[in-house]
């Protein structure tokens, strides 16, 4: 009895050991299929996990996706299937009952009896009544039969995460199409837009062509147009009234032009037939030549334009000077077109390029006028945009798009800072290349009056001082082809030497340099013996009236403010050295400064210039001459021109530039 149940005790025993070993290989199981994720990979592992712990002939799993029947097996064999060939799958599909089959291989001579049956089972993977997949594990050894009781709470588990799988792949599968569609459709709509480009392109080309071969037909009888009643105002005999009509002809014909020019620079640039075209040139007198031409313009409307250059700023570079021009004149005239009261400044500076031979010119111009909203301050570089009250009314709106194509394509840029009611700042940086001494030696100068000295003059001693190779080289270009002697010193230092041992009779005085400035030499050299007779001219470029007052207490004689005009130099040596020159016209200096530069007169204090007016009204020498004397300080060619009149007693020159202006 105690035996009985002491041996039934040992079978539970046993069995309870089974069960337990089973459960931990189904756990083991379910761990090796929870390690991957991807339909493939799940399926790959689930099949040799099975295979590994239960062994067997083959392994194969069937499913649907969609509708549609996959295969594979163990041994990697996978497929699509046009329906299940296999007969008891099908069935387990149908019926979602798990089948088992039973192998007898009794005749097999090799096998021992234990080995002579197998089975094959074959089991739905369900999630509650749906079926996701049918597993098929061939010839199972007999001796796993009591672990079927257990493979259900695996194959549960299995078909959970094949479920799982399966949505991931089809949604993914859909991602994938939407994509691939998405990128169809991109495709044909990027293909679409460069045909729509192309198409654009050539047609914008044929525009522009034609624009610009318009502009130019209509250029040439616009001139004639204003050529003709420029003749018609000139003539004594029209009324007062035909005069008025001419005027208003005249400017409207102007305003016209403008247009034309803009919209043919314009048309030019969008049919790419704009090239720059670098040369070397002197930036120095295009600088002054626009600066001159603009005066007159912020005159008329009170406004003070000045320009203000930084020590470093080249006389000589390379870059294409006619588009440079052309930029400045927009902007300099844009901020005179804007501004109602106050300044306009052009400054100008330099910055290191990373190229040596070249330079980052900084040209900006500041005014005081009406101001761009931000939000408008990108717009007005895109053409015929005009912004602010009246914009309209003073110009095309070409402009700046023009600026700032010519700045481009000079490879530079163009930006703006600008504050309702105060002002506006437009900067340009462009990169230019510096040019060597030859190169500026070979730049034609232009017309110039003087082509030589007159007979039996003494040989005239002039000291050039300047720390930049160029502010020499310009001065020596304009007076060695004269005949005269010339030395050079780069500080004031070289300049006191130089004077001791060689005693010229004048010094062309640079202000800023390193070593010893021109303020300082100027009191050494005028504090020797002879320095008192030595005429020192002080080349600057500050605009400041109150560095000029010093210059001249400390002993300068006289001022001339860079970029200077060539003329500027020759009408001081002769107010100061009695110099005679021989001019193109072979008339003697008085006759040549016959005629005035109005837009110079303009510049001087207007309290200055109606002195002089009274004086010449009452014909008054004495007192114009004292006059005059004090413009010489502000303006040397001007007081020498006016000299002229007093001395030639044409007053009545005197008269009307004042009241031409
Ligand atoms: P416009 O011929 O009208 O002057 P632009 O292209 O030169 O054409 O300038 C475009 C617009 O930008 C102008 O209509 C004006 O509204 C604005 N603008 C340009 N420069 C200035 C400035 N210095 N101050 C204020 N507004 C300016």
């Known amino acids: 009895m105690v035996n009985d149940e002491l041996e039934s005790l040992k079978q539970r025993a046993k069995k309870l050991a089974m069960e337990k070993s089973y459960l931990q290989l189904i756990i083991q199981l379910m761990g090796r299929i929870s390690t991957v994720s991807g339909l493939e990979n799940t399926i790959d592992n689930l099949l040799h996990a099975v295979i590994d712990v239960l062994g067997g002939a083959n392994l194969i799993l069937y499913y649907k996706i969609d509708e549609a029947i996959f295969y594979t097996d163990v041994y990697g064999k996978k ?11 099908a069935q387990v599909y149908q019926s979602g009952i798990h089948i088992e089959c039973e192998h007898d291989f009794k005749d097999t001579q090799l096998l021992s009896v234990e080995f002579t049956k197998a089975y094959t089972w074959i089991y739905p993977l369900k999630v509650g009544n749906e079926i996701i997949g049918v597993i098929k594990m061939e010839s199972l050894h007999i001796g796993m039969r009591d672990l079927y009781a257990h493979l259900p709470i695996f194959f549960n588990y299995t078909a959970l995460i094949l479920k799982n799988e399966i949505l991931g792949y089809t949604r993914l599968q859909q991602i994938n199409q ?6 169809i459709h991109r495709k044909q709509i990027e293909k679409d837009l460069r045909q729509a480009k192309t198409v654009a392109e050539a047609a914008n080309q044929a525009k522009s062509i034609f624009l610009a071969n318009m502009s130019h037909e209509l250029r040439t009888p616009m001139n004639a147009v204003l050529g003709f009643s420029k003749i018609m105002q000139n003539d004594p005999d029209i009324s007062a009234s035909q005069r008025q009509n001419l005027d208003i002809i005249n400017r409207s014909g102007s305003h016209l032009l403008n247009l034309i020019n803009d919209i043919l620079d314009m048309a030019k640039i969008e049919a790419g037939r704009i090239v720059i075209e670098p040369e070397p040139f002197d930036l120095g007198e295009l600088i002054r030549d626009i600066v001159d031409m603009m005066r007159e313009r912020a005159e008329n409307k009170h406004l003070h334009l000045f320009h203000e250059e930084s ?6 570079i390379e870059a294409d000077p006619y588009k440079l021009r052309q930029i400045l004149i927009n902007l300099v005239g844009n901020a005179i077109k804007y501004t109602e009261n106050g300044r306009v400044k052009l400054r100008l500076s330099t910055k290191a390029h990373s190229e040596t031979d070249k330079t980052w010119l900084i040209c900006e111009v500041e005014d005081s006028g009406t101001g761009i909203e931000l939000a408008d301050q990108n717009k007005i570089f895109e053409p015929f945009i005009q912004v602010g009250k009246n914009s309209s009314q003073k110009g095309t709106g070409l402009g700046l798009p023009i600026t700032k194509q010519y700045v481009h394509l000079m490879g530079g840029s163009i930006s703006v800072r600008s504050e309702i009611n105060k002002g506006s700042i437009f900067r340009i940086e462009l990169p230019v290349r510096n040019i060597s001494e030859t190169e500026i030696m070979a730049i034609t100068p232009p017309q110039q009056p003087v082509i030589g000295l007159a007979a039996n003059q003494i040989l005239y001693r002039l000291l050039i001082v ?39 009779h004048l010094i062309w005085m640079d202000i800023r340099m390193p070593i010893m400035d021109g303020i300082e030499a100027t009191q050494k050299i005028k504090a020797l013996p002879n320095g008192k007779n030595t005429i020192i001219v002080a080349l600057t470029a500050s605009v400041f009236l109150d560095q000029r007052e010093e210059l001249f207490t400390i002993g300068v004689n006289a001022f001339i403010s860079k970029p ?3 003329d500027e130099i020759f009408t001081c040596l002769h107010h100061y050295l009695n110099i005679e020159f021989i001019y193109q016209s072979t008339e003697p200096v008085s006759n040549y400064a016959k005629c005035i530069p109005l837009d110079c007169f303009k510049r001087l204090p207007m309290e200055l210039q109606t002195q002089l007016y009274n004086a010449a009204l009452e014909l008054d020498i004495e007192q114009s001459l004292h006059i005059i004397d004090q413009i010489k300080k502000l303006d040397i060619t001007v007081a020498m021109i006016l000299q002229c009149y007093v001395e030639q007693m044409d007053f009545q020159a005197i008269l009307d530039v004042y009241q031409q202006k």
């Open 79 to 89: 497929q699509k299937l046009e329906y299940i060939d296999d007969q008891h799958v």
């Open 311 to 316: 020590s470093e700023f080249p006389r000589f």
């Open 178 to 183: 939407q994509l691939q569609q998405e990128i």
């Open 564 to 566: 200077y005009r060539i």
């Open 466 to 504: 300047d720390d930049h190779i160029e502010g020499r080289l310009l001065l020596k270009k304009i007076l060695q082809p004269l005949g005269f002697q010339l030395r050079e010193a780069c500080n004031g230092l070289e300049a006191v030497e130089i004077f001791q041992q060689w005693q010229p």
